[in-house]
């Protein structure tokens, strides 16, 4: 193999929001810097929400068929797939990897979050033979934390896989004096996906016994299925006057929220890697509380980088709130040592892992043939 890798870079596109979006362009930009030649197609949902199901079969051929005529006419070295792993991905993904002839070019799949707990029988079984078939037709597997390789490596000790941080760049923003008044009320926020996995439902639970001890007030960013459920919650429970729902935000509106922040929460138990939401809440300097799963666990230290808490606990949850808010210096503590460690997430640290991988696994192929 002569002259750089050529990589075909698959990930969401940008009508979905989410994460996939934000990243594709630093992967890109960091692969090139790393003397990789990229280009870059969409591979996913062309819309947020619920597709059609006529519209889902159409947009996903569709698709297959575009990338392999991308395949064949710019004959690329590597095809890496920024995807997930559950169902919906496994039906888009699965037909690709069994597409591809002979596995040229070899094939990266990139699990942004994985249902690894899930491969110990307690699943569904064609689950299970998609998930399978599709990392081992990978020349790599790469993951976002320790604990979903360690799960992965016990069912498939014959694949590759491989722990890669996402890149990330503070916003521009990030840093500034918080957009409060002396006298407010602390803000709790938790920016996910509205889904009882996310932990949201935990967190109203934990603030119901929190607003009791500390006058303070909550604040949910994002949208998902539980939304309606989420705010009819709130009125029963007679704290619509606390707690805010803002639905989806972004963009300056987001910020600002960020801003006005006191501590970040995510009592999640869903099945991600690494939340791009707790890196953008460390660059606000914002102290996180959330558990000790995945990625969390692999990069955040107690009580220097977040408080931990165990899933599904709303009552141990309130009290480490309770004990945050009243330590204002432990607030400082954690907030300045979060805003130092997101330098740890820069493109130039961690883009070279990715493109050893990709090099490699070209190298490997190349000399195979």
């Not at 990789?36 to 969409?42: D, I, K, N, T, W």
């Not at 081992?136 to 016990?154: H, N, P």
């Not at 009552?315 to 997101?342: F, H, I, Q, S, W």
Request: with cysteine.
């Amino acid at each position: 193999m002569s002259g750089p890798t050529r990589v075909l870079v698959l990930t969401a596109f940008p009508a979905i929001g989410g994460p996939l979006p934000k990243l594709a362009p630093l992967v890109a930009e960091g692969l090139q810097r790393e003397g990789c030649e990229v280009r870059v197609a969409g591979w996913s949902a062309h819309s947020a929400g619920n597709e059609p199901l006529v519209a889902k079969l159409a947009g996903r051929s569709g698709d297959l068929r575009r990338v392999l005529r991308r395949v064949r006419e710019w004959r690329p070295d590597v095809l890496y797939v920024a995807t997930a792993h559950n169902r919906p991905a496994l039906l888009r993904d699965v037909p690709l990897a069994l597409s591809l002839p002979q596995g040229r070019p070899p094939l990266v799949i990139h699990f942004h979050g994985s249902e690894s707990d899930r491969l110990d029988g307690r699943g569904w079984a064609p689950f299970d033979t998609a998930s399978r078939l599709l990392v081992r037709r990978a020349a790599a597997v790469l993951l976002l934390s320790e604990e979903e390789r360690r799960e992965w490596r016990r069912h498939y000790p014959d694949v590759r896989f491989e722990v890669v941080l996402n890149p990330f760049v503070p916003p521009q923003a990030a840093g500034e004096a918080p957009l409060r008044r002396e006298g407010d009320a602390p803000v709790l926020f938790c920016v996910a996906r509205l889904i009882r996995a996310k932990g949201v439902f935990d967190l109203l639970d934990a603030f119901a016994l929190l607003r009791r001890r500390i006058p303070c007030r909550l604040q949910f960013a994002g949208s998902g299925p539980e939304e309606q459920a989420l705010r009819r919650r709130i009125d029963l429970m007679g704290i619509e006057d606390e707690v805010d729902v803002l639905g989806y935000v972004a963009g300056d509106d987001l910020r600002a929220a960020y801003e006005r922040a006191d501590v970040f929460v995510l009592p999640s138990y869903f099945a991600e890697g690494f939340p791009l939401a707790v890196m953008e809440a460390m660059s606000y300097g914002l102290p996180v509380v959330t558990t000790p799963i995945r990625g969390c666990a692999d990069h955040l230290v107690e009580g220097e980088n977040a408080l931990f808490v165990a899933a599904r606990d709303p009552e141990l949850l309130a009290g480490r709130l309770t004990a945050l808010l009243g330590d204002p210096e432990l607030r400082r503590r954690m907030g300045a040592a979060n805003r130092d460690k997101v330098a740890d997430f820069a493109p130039r640290r961690v883009m070279p892992a990715y493109a050893a991988v990709l090099e490699d696994v070209a190298r490997s192929a190349a000399s195979a043939q």
